[in-house]
Structure formats: structure tokens, C-alpha cells
């Protein structure tokens, strides 16, 4: 998988959790530009991009991933192995 | 020396340390604090109990030095496990085992047993065990999880779980973002430590000024509360929500501003919080890094456990996507808000007026948002404006001081019983009839008290729009000086303090 389709996945989930199909992530889409992005929404959030890659993030992961960009780091590291 | 910032030999003991740390080698100046975090504790009159949090130190230390020294996960998992088992297991059995006791005998009661089913214990509970033990708990969980570094050397370890400023009462740390500044040097800044100061005095301000004296009202009435029925419990109990917040908020003004003076910078604990337009930001700004320590630790988990990811998926298929995704997170929140409240105590006051009560205000608030929204449309409002934020705010307060009255009141019973007569009995002129100088404070007393209030207000207002402290430097020296030269004359003239008056403590410091 190629970093632009990850970005295309994480772009579908995305408009699934938030309900909201105008929005387009990039590589430093925070919190701060999802109006319902809280701390509730990111732990579904969460979810829901483990199911879509089949991956696991770890719990240090979770609360240290600062934007979209580096939620795509760690699912291309994850896809490789 | 008592164990209170306020009091005089806490100062001379402050200043002593102050003037030693920027005299030594830079390099010894973390083994200094080490030295002057274990004589603060032993001082405030802790003696034996200092091996508590000695004891956390090293089980935190313990725990990490086999999670760096293996990359087996079971390994890895059972030092976890242990080292949580030691904590929470000293915080439970120190701070919550009377309160499993009493409620138990309470049940036993109800179901008619005659006297008490089972003793209490009488503990003596090291001083700010709940806040050394989540600063150290949030390290070993973020070293288990790779975020955090762990720490090679126990003597650091000690330092950062036993850090003498924020060891009574927070904020609570957290070792990856504020943990290596503690051993690095620290070189003599000028500004750092007049900015310390000036903070130090504001918090000063903030507990010998305001909260001293709306403590005269509150016990006034709380102590007494069937004297003082209808607008008495208000007033007394608007009052408390004062005095709490300039009580707690002056300590970490005080614990910040301490810490500073050394170059250390420790995480901000409040953010004006009663400008709040709902209760789950009033959250986000009353005690931050316990809001951020239960998110992050007991939320997020409790979320990512198999239990609530089948729960979600369960409830998901049953009522569908957005309702399922809600209740799931209602039902975590109720374990999340429970844990909140009884962090503040081993009672159930505590567990319904910081806890659950919360919980109800926010769910309820959920749940009734689309027919709120509703309302406004119809009324034609425009749910953007001032006013309606302005009624947002008052709302918010006004919900937050019905959990203070538990949080305040001797028992639940008491709490409800107050809230009871603050909404049974119609008595606003009796207050404004003089009643009002019934409670402790005479004429004069209660100007200064509003007075000083309204000086918070104005700073916390000007405080929206960037630091004050900045703001000031930036004035000419002669106003600076008479500013802050002031603000110190107004405290040592109107404050209540002196070698034989002993501060209210500070409230946050117990748990």
C-alpha cells in the first residue's frame, strides 16, 4: 500500500466516524480541525482504523500520535511487517 | 513546620533552599532537591511516613528496570502488573478500605443488623499519596507502553515522585514531558525567578486574601446549616466554590511559582475554570492534569479493553451506529466519573458531588442536546451570542455548586438535607435585611472580600487574552514595582496569617 492510498483509506474512515463526507485529511490534520474530534471520538476513531488496516495500535501510540501524518507512519511501519 | 506554603517557616525554609540552589555546582543541584524533598516531608510532621512514598519511588524504579532490561513481553507485562499492584494497593488499603467498611455497615444496617458488622481501621495516610502515586503510576504505565524513558538512576526516581512542591497537592506529573528538566542544571535567571516570585505572590493573594475569608462564611453556615436555611446555603455555598477555587488554584499558583524560581516548569493545573460553558470543559479546566491522568489512564484503556470493544459492537448492531457508539461511552464514563469521584475521597459525598453527579450533567446534557437545539430554532436564538454563551456560563457554575454542596456538607445526608432547604425556604431579604453580616464577615470585611474578588475576576478576564505577568514587564519600572509592591502590601495588610494563625489547610492537600 502506498502512503497516498493509506491517506485515501484513513479519508474514508474518517468520514465515517465523524459522520462528515467534506472531510479530507492530511498529512497534519490535528483534532483541532475536526470539530467533533475529541477525546471520545479518537478512541472510536481508533477503532475503526485498526479494523479497516487490521493492525493494533499500542497504547503509547494512542495518546502520542500528534496528526493524521504520523497515524500513517505508524500503519505503513504496521502494513510492512 | 506546618505543612502549609502559607506559613512562615515554610517560607524561611523555601528561602533557605533557594539561596543553597543557586550557590552549588550546578550538577548537584537535583541531589539537593532530593535532600530538601525528604526534609520538607520529614518536617511537616510525616516522620516514618516518608517511607511510603520511598517505598513508590523504588517499586516504580524496580518495575522499569526490568521492563528496559527485557524485550519479553510476558516479562514485561508481570513488572507491570506488580508494580500497579503495589500502588494501587497501598492507595486502596491506606485511603478506601474504612470506606468499603462503612458502606458495607450501612447496607448491613438498611438490612436490619444491629451495630457494626465490622471495625474500622485507623491508618495514618502519608501526606498527598494520591498525587505522588498517579504521577509515579502514569511512568511505569508510559515506560511499559514506550513513550516514556526509563530512568537509569533510583536517586532521579526519588526526585521526581518526591519533588517538594507538588508532592501535597499536584499537580500530578508526568514523567515523559516533565521528568529529565528535574536533573538537568539550572542555571540563575533573573526573570525566571522574579516571575516565580510574582506568581508565588498571587497565589498568596489568592488563599491568604480571598479564600481565608470566604472559609469564615462557609464554615459559618455548613457548620450550622439548620440556622442558616434558603439563602444562607447560596450564598455559603457560592462562597466555597470560591474559596476552593482561590484555595486550590493559589496553591498551584504558589507550587508553580516555586518551581519556577528553580527553572523548573511543572504543568498547569486550572485555566479559569468557571468560565466554563459546559461541564465537560469546566473539566478540561478545574484540576487539568487529573483530568488528563484519568483520560489517558483509565478511559482510553477501559475503552481498548475486549470487554467494551464487544460491548460497542453488541450495542452498535442493536441501536444503531451513532446510539451504540454513545451508550458504550456513556457506560465508560460512569466507571471514569465513579473513579474521579472517589479519587476525591473515600466517601460517598465525594463519589456523587465530583463524581457521578458530573456523569448525570453530562450524559443527561448529551441526550437532551437535540432538543435544546430544537428550542433555540423555534425561539429563534442564535445559540452563537453572548448572551447565550453568558447563560451558558452561569448555568455551568450554577451546576457545578450543586456537587459542591456534597463536596462541602459533613455527609450525603447532610448535602441533600441542605439542598433541601436551599430550595424549601424563600428567605432572600432576611440576607439582604443585614443577614448577609450574620455569617462572620462585618461591613468592611465583606467589602474587602468583594473587593478582592472582583480584582480575580478582572486578572482572570485579562488573563483570556495572554499572560499578565508578560503584560506587566512590559510597563515602566515604577509601575511595576508600585504594582506588585502593592499587590504585597494589600496581602500583609488584609490577609489572614501571622505565627499564631494557622491558614485553613489547604483543601486538596488531604487526598
Known amino acids: 500500500m502506498t502512503r497516498e492510498e493509506v491517506f485515501e483509506t484513513l479519508n474514508g474512515v474518517f468520514q465515517d466516524v465523524f459522520d462528515d463526507e467534506s472531510i479530507v485529511v492530511k498529512e497534519e490534520t490535528t483534532a483541532d480541525d475536526i470539530e467533533d474530534w475529541d477525546s471520545l471520538e479518537h478512541i472510536n476513531l481508533i477503532a475503526a482504523v485498526e479494523q479497516e488496516f487490521g493492525i493494533k495500535f499500542s497504547m503509547g501510540q494512542v495518546v502520542a500520535m500528534k496528526n493524521v501524518g504520523e497515524m500513517a507512519d505508524i500503519i505503513m511501519g504496521q502494513i510492512k511487517d | 513546620m506546618p505543612a502549609s506554603f502559607t506559613s512562615f517557616y515554610f517560607l524561611c525554609f523555601y528561602t533557605f533552599i533557594l539561596l543553597i540552589y543557586y550557590l552549588i555546582p550546578r550538577k548537584t543541584q537535583w541531589v539537593f532537591l532530593l535532600f530538601a524533598s525528604a526534609a520538607f516531608y520529614l518536617l511537616t510532621g510525616n516522620g516514618l511516613l516518608i517511607l511510603y512514598p520511598a517505598a513508590a519511588c523504588l517499586t516504580a524504579y524496580g518495575a522499569v528496570r526490568v521492563m528496559a532490561g527485557t524485550e519479553d513481553v510476558k516479562k514485561r507485562r508481570w513488572a507491570l502488573a506488580a508494580a500497579l499492584l503495589l500502588l494501587i494497593g497501598a492507595l486502596v488499603v491506606l485511603k478506601y478500605i474504612n470506606f468499603g467498611i462503612y458502606t458495607i455497615n450501612a447496607a448491613a444496617f438498611l438490612c436490619g443488623a444491629q451495630g457494626e458488622m465490622i471495625g474500622v481501621f485507623d ?180 475503552l481498548r479493553t475486549n470487554m467494551f470493544m464487544e460491548l460497542g459492537k453488541k450495542l452498535r448492531k442493536k441501536f444503531g451506529k451513532k446510539r451504540g457508539k454513545q451508550l458504550t461511552t456513556f457506560l465508560a464514563m460512569l466507571i471514569l466519573w465513579f473513579t474521579v469521584g472517589i479519587w476525591h475521597g473515600g466517601d460517598w459525598k465525594f463519589v456523587i458531588g465530583s463524581g457521578l453527579l458530573h456523569w448525570f450533567y453530562i450524559v443527561s446534557g448529551e441526550l437532551l442536546a437535540p432538543f435544546f437545539r430544537k428550542c433555540m430554532e423555534k425561539l429563534s436564538i442564535d445559540a452563537k451570542s453572548k448572551w447565550v454563551d453568558g447563560f451558558r456560563v452561569l448555568r455551568t457554575f450554577f451546576l457545578v455548586n450543586i456537587g459542591f454542596v456534597f463536596f462541602r456538607a459533613a455527609s450525603t445526608t447532610d448535602a441533600c438535607r ?90 486538596y492537600q488531604g487526598f
Not at chain 2, 138 to 149: Q, T
Not at chain 2, 152 to 181: C, H, V, W
Not at chain 2, 427 to 448: H, P, S
Not at chain 2, 451 to 480: W, Y
Open chain 2, 123 to 302: 491508618f495514618l495516610v502519608p501526606l498527598g499519596i494520591s498525587f505522588y502515586t498517579f504521577s509515579i503510576l502514569g511512568y511505569i504505565v508510559d515506560v511499559y507502553n514506550g513513550i516514556a524513558k526509563p530512568q537509569k538512576n533510583f536517586f532521579k526516581t526519588a526526585l521526581y515522585g518526591m519533588y517538594f512542591p507538588s508532592i501535597l497537592s499536584g499537580p500530578i506529573l508526568r514523567y515523559r514531558e516533565d521528568g529529565e528538566q528535574f536533573f538537568e542544571p539550572h542555571p540563575f535567571g533573573y526573570r525566571q525567578v522574579t516571575f516565580g516570585l510574582q506568581r508565588m505572590v498571587w497565589g498568596f493573594f489568592k488563599t491568604l486574601v480571598i479564600s481565608e475569608r470566604m472559609n469564615i462564611v462557609v464554615n459559618t453556615v455548613y457548620d450550622n446549616y439548620t440556622a442558616y436555611p434558603g439563602s444562607y446555603i447560596w450564598i455559603a455555598t457560592i462562597c466555597f466554590a470560591f474559596q476552593l477555587y482561590t484555595n486550590f488554584s493559589g496553591s498551584m499558583d504558589i507550587v508553580l511559582g516555586m518551581s519556577q524560581t528553580f527553572g523548573i516548569r511543572l504543568p498547569e493545573n486550572f485555566e479559569t475554570p468557571f468560565f466554563s460553558k459546559n461541564i465537560s470543559e469546566y473539566w478540561r479546566r478545574w484540576h487539568i492534569s487529573l483530568g488528563v491522568w484519568m483520560k489517558e489512564y483509565v478511559f482510553y484503556p477501559l
Open chain 2, 418 to 507: 441542605m439542598l433541601a432547604s436551599a430550595v424549601g425556604v424563600w428567605n432572600v431579604g432576611d440576607l439582604l435585611r443585614g443577614g448577609i453580616f450574620t455569617l462572620g464577615l462585618d461591613v468592611i470585611e465583606t467589602v474587602i472580600a468583594i473587593v478582592s474578588l472582583l480584582l480575580l475576576l478582572a486578572v482572570s478576564l485579562l488573563h483570556q487574552k495572554g499572560s499578565v505577568r508578560e503584560r506587566i514587564e512590559k510597563k515602566p519600572v515604577l509601575f511595576r514595582f508600585a504594582l506588585w509592591y502593592a499587590l504585597l502590601f494589600y496581602i500583609i495588610l488584609l490577609g489572614h496569617y501571622g505565627p499564631d494563625y494557622s491558614a485553613a489547610e489547604f483543601i
